[in-house]
């Protein structure tokens, strides 16, 4: 079993920068591809950013490209999501989660508020 818990949310202006932070636990942290979903409401999950277990390999979805940036720090057992130029529609609770076969885990959010 994993541990994830999210961190970093908050209020931003449009324009503004915020860097989330997801420190996980309970598991070797290294051996896992990472990701970071976002929920916004009235609206289903959305895929943002991966990365994979060593950290040399990552991909952005396309609403997201250019502007969000993940990383991670393996001796920290923590990923990070590095959000600038953030727009009023990037307003979400946003989400780590892994895939651990056979089951997906989730932290439990954090919020960002983007206000125009």
């Known amino acids: 079993q994993v541990q994830l818990v999210e961190s970093g949310g908050g209020l931003v202006q449009a324009g503004g920068s915020l860097r989330l932070s997801c420190a996980a636990s309970?598991?070797?942290?290294?051996?896992?591809?990472m990701g970071w979903f976002r929920q916004a409401p009235g609206k289903e999950r959305e895929f943002l950013c991966a990365?994979?277990?060593?950290?040399?390999?990552?991909r952005s979805a396309d609403s997201v490209k250019g502007r969000f940036t993940i990383s991670r720090d393996n001796g920290k057992n923590t990923v990070y999501l590095q959000m600038n130029s953030l727009e009023p529609e990037d307003t979400a609770v946003y989400y780590c989660?892994?895939?651990?076969?056979?089951?997906?885990?989730w932290g439990q959010g954090t919020q960002v508020t983007v206000s125009s």
């Open positions: 989660s892994t895939y651990i076969p056979h089951r997906r885990y």
């Open positions: 309970g598991r070797t942290f290294s051996r896992y591809h």
């Open positions: 990365i994979s277990s060593g950290g040399s390999s990552t």
